[in-house]
């Protein structure tokens, strides 16, 4: 279970373009960071915490293969995305950056500003007046790697096992 | 055994077994990753050394110089010198530098070919399920999974067949094709299973409008766009570099499992996606008159030799408006010269058209931009706001045919008038 956070409502179709756009792609995550969704909603990058949330409508990531689409959320402290459906290459790169995403079918009756919860292995969104929504199970083999932190952390563990303490 | 569609034939073959079952979670070997200056070496190069580990086959890896080149300022120097010097230091065997857009690169360096399975650092990467390959895009960090093992998860996809029956009319093409099928299915539609696009209009398609459908399956949010390959794929493959390749095995057997659309081409008018969603769909001739400023032949999805060619068809012994600015970026140095030695070139350089060098160019805003407040059509893949640099533009998306005859009206309209 994740600690309680607040939620940006977004519609649906968000896509790569405005969660990383293309001419922030050469200054590096930072500036990227800057210019996340102001497309969108131009007061995010600035008062966006950590610990908070995205609900978004359906399609959310469709576009490009950029992961800083993804990794931008990871930076400015999202939490986790929640959304009736995903693009699959941004599912593929969310959960190799360590965000996590959660398929919400639901996820429009929460409330811009919201404050939610949410428990990925037991699938489900906690509201804040108790109500739960259901999302999709999540592979185990997809949360481990939003546990470790993502791919780069998991294949560095696997190639690199600490060393036993005796 | 049950008949079985081309997909699961492509992933069995790469995960070593005799059959796989959709829905399915499983291992494949990677044939071949490719990736650019962008996706590649300035994200890889890092997290390699952080790992202290090795490119599994270089033999298998594909590096292209095409997004930041040329090199318009500091920042775009820096991502390329970073991707020169990791190529150069790694020794890579197949690095193609300032030669064209990764996805028309590929296979015009026979790195393609029917049955292989594939990656690539781009959401277009679909481009090569053109030639029977199993090629989805992915990103920075899943790649260097593959470049470090050699391997990659998979869900074995369903199947959705797009089946388009009769027989095109001259000057509607595999762009007007692809816009339909994304008004009618929208930009999750082909909800990342692989989507096969067949029947007598697609086998009549050349490779290079082949290419087009399936570069665009990533509009469509499929994983793969797979065209089962044939006659016309051997000879094409055979004059690139890639000669005497086995098709037989490669398609989907007859009552495959899967979805099926139904699309008839002789009835297809050109269509236009509007601002700002390619899956924002209209004919052609139902657009309220729309005046552009800039007119756009650019992109792997849209400047391949065909594209220019059909451009040229239109512009012949014409000249566009004198408000549109109509600018050239051919998909590949290869593609230029044959357009340049067919005459092609010179018939659009004479219609008024600007040439810009064989790069990713203005379409993801990457490198170069179009002007802010500009109204665009453009035969790219993609036209969500602020896409191609300029926040406030307002870009349509059409065939190269489209986006000519555009150019001559100065209002975006129907090609076929000046093809007679």
Redesign the interface.
């Known amino acids: 279970m994740t600690a309680a956070g607040r939620a940006w409502r977004l519609p649906a179709?968000v896509?790569t373009?405005?969660l990383a756009?293309?001419?922030t792609?050469?200054?590096g995550l930072e500036v990227t960071a800057r210019h996340c969704l102001e497309?969108l909603r131009p007061e995010f990058a600035r008062e966006v915490q950590r610990g908070d949330f995205i609900v978004a409508g359906?399609?959310f990531g469709?576009?490009?293969?950029?992961?800083q689409a993804?990794s931008v959320l990871v930076h400015v402290g999202v939490q986790a995305v929640i959304a009736p459906?995903f693009?699959?290459?941004y599912?593929?790169?969310a959960f190799?950056?360590g965000l996590l995403l959660l398929t919400c079918p639901e996820a429009a009756l929460i409330a811009d500003g919201e404050l939610i919860a949410v428990d990925a292995r037991g699938a489900r969104v906690l509201r804040s007046d108790g109500r739960v929504l259901a999302c999709e199970p999540i592979?185990g083999?997809l949360l481990d790697l939003v546990d470790a932190g993502?791919?780069?952390p998991q294949?560095?563990r696997r190639?690199?096992p600490p060393k036993e303490t005796p | 055994m049950a008949p079985t569609t081309l997909a699961q034939k492509l992933i069995a073959r790469a995960a070593g077994r005799s059959q796989v079952m959709p829905g399915e979670v499983l291992t494949c070997r990677v044939d071949l990753a490719m990736f650019h200056d962008s996706s590649g070496p300035r994200r890889l190069q890092p997290m390699l050394a952080e790992l202290g580990a090795t490119i599994w086959d270089k033999d298998k890896v594909v590096l292209v110089i095409d997004h930041y080149v040329p090199e318009a300022d500091e920042e775009s120097r820096r991502v390329v010198r970073i991707a020169r010097d990791w190529a150069a230091e790694q020794r890579l065997p197949h690095v193609y530098d300032s030669m064209g857009i990764c996805h028309v690169v590929l296979p015009q360096q026979g790195h393609l070919r029917p049955g292989l399975f594939c990656v690539g650092g781009d959401s277009h990467s679909p481009t090569g399920g053109a030639f029977g390959a199993y090629m989805f895009g992915i990103g920075a960090t899943e790649m260097l999974g593959v470049v470090v093992t050699g391997e990659i998860w998979l869900r074995v996809p369903d199947t959705i067949f797009m089946n388009w029956s009769g027989a095109l009319t001259d000057g509607v093409s595999a762009k007007d094709m692809m816009l339909a099928m994304l008004g009618r299915h929208g930009m999750n539609g082909g909800r990342y299973q692989a989507v096969e696009f067949c029947g007598d209009a697609v086998a009549a398609l050349p490779m290079a409008e082949r290419m087009t459908l399936c570069n665009m399956s990533a509009e469509l949010g499929a994983q793969v766009g797979l065209v089962a390959p044939d006659g016309t794929t051997r000879d094409w493959l055979a004059r690139h570099g890639a000669p005497g390749v086995e098709t037989e095995p490669w398609h989907s057997d007859a009552g495959a499992p899967g979805t099926r659309h139904h699309f008839d081409a002789a009835t297809l008018a050109p269509q236009v996606a509007l601002p700002h969603s390619p899956a924002q769909v209209c004919g052609v001739d139902a657009l309220e008159p729309t005046r552009v400023d800039i007119a756009y032949i650019g992109a792997c999805t849209g400047a391949k030799l065909d594209d220019l060619r059909a451009a040229a068809r239109v512009l012949v012994g014409r000249r566009i408006a004198s408000h549109v600015q109509l600018l050239v970026a051919p998909a590949s140095v290869r593609d230029a010269a044959e357009a340049e030695s067919e005459g092609v070139m010179r018939q659009l350089l004479d219609a008024g058209a600007t040439l810009l060098p064989s790069a990713c160019g203005a379409c993801a805003g990457y490198g170069s931009r179009i002007p802010e407040g500009s109204t665009v059509i453009s035969s790219t893949a993609r036209n969500f706001k602020g896409r191609m640099g300029a926040a406030t533009a307002r870009v349509y998306l059409g065939s190269p045919y489209t986006v000519a005859a555009s150019a001559l009206r100065g209002v975006i309209g129907d090609a076929r008038e000046f093809l007679a």
């Open positions: 179709e896509d373009d405005q756009p293309g001419a792609m050469k200054h497309a359906a399609d469709i576009g490009s293969s950029r992961e993804a459906s693009a699959g290459l599912f593929r790169n190799n950056v592979p083999f993502g791919l780069l294949l560095k190639l690199k």
